[in-house]
């Protein structure tokens, strides 16, 4: 009967799954945040004109634009500390459930603080001016936190996966010993051959001051 081999597949490392999945939730949860941040956040509106022309309502949608440039600020911070637990092969689901759900979380409260808070209202009715304070704290705030959140798991996970340390190898060190161990035969050796006559003493003498500059 012929035995053919299978193809082989690549498994992919245990756990790892799961390090995408956490990363994509966090992901996710911020492109929400900056998108319905954007579409729902109060504007910066402001009153203008007189009582003789009337007044106009300028807006702004400074919580949007803020909203948007804060979201990036924040993928910028977690993308790169999840390729550096992938790179470092970090299997363990603690640090990929902090990193998952809690970027996602502070993104998720950002956004329902920027839609459902008032805006501040300054000013004298009629000149008024409704600034969306909240929001845009609340973005702050948001970036500041993953920033936080980041630089632990990376300082108690991250990094110290990487910097695990090898397997140590020591180099065999050949001392002296050998040398003067065969010297001392040798030594040895000669002597016999001097007491047996068949050498004589100048060349015991002769040899046994070679053998010794070699040790």
């Known amino acids: 009967?012929?035995?053919?081999?299978?193809?082989?597949r690549r498994i992919a490392a245990p756990g790892l799954g799961y390090?995408?999945?956490?990363?994509?939730?966090?992901?996710?949860?911020?492109?929400?945040?900056?998108?319905?941040?954007s579409i729902f956040s109060p504007d910066l509106v402001s009153t203008g004109g007189s009582y003789d022309s009337g007044f106009t309502y300028t807006h702004v949608p400074l919580a949007a634009f803020m909203g948007w440039v804060f979201c990036v600020i924040a993928l910028a911070l977690v993308l790169p500390t999840a390729m550096q637990g992938i790179r470092a092969k970090v299997t363990e689901r603690v640090p990929?459930?902090?990193?998952?759900l809690g970027a996602g979380g502070i993104w998720l409260a950002v956004m329902?603080?920027?839609?459902?808070?008032?805006?501040?209202?300054t000013g004298t009715d009629p000149w008024l001016t409704w600034f969306p304070l909240a929001s845009i704290i609340s973005v702050i705030a948001g970036v500041v936190l993953t920033w936080l959140l980041c630089r632990t798991v990376k300082a108690a996970f991250f990094e110290s996966g990487e910097s695990q340390p090898g397997p140590v190898t020591t180099a065999a060190t050949v001392g002296p010993e050998p040398a003067a161990d065969g010297a001392v035969t040798k030594l040895r050796q000669l002597a016999q051959l001097r007491d047996s006559g068949v050498i004589t003493e100048d060349d015991f003498q002769a040899k046994k001051e070679d053998l010794l500059s070699q040790i």
């Open 1 to 8: 009967m012929a035995l053919t081999n299978a193809p082989s």
């Open 19 to 37: 390090a995408y999945l956490m990363t994509g939730i966090a992901t996710v949860c911020i492109v929400i945040s900056g998108v319905l941040g």
């Open 96 to 100: 990929w459930t902090i990193l998952g």
């Open 112 to 121: 329902f603080i920027s839609i459902f808070t008032p805006a501040m209202v």
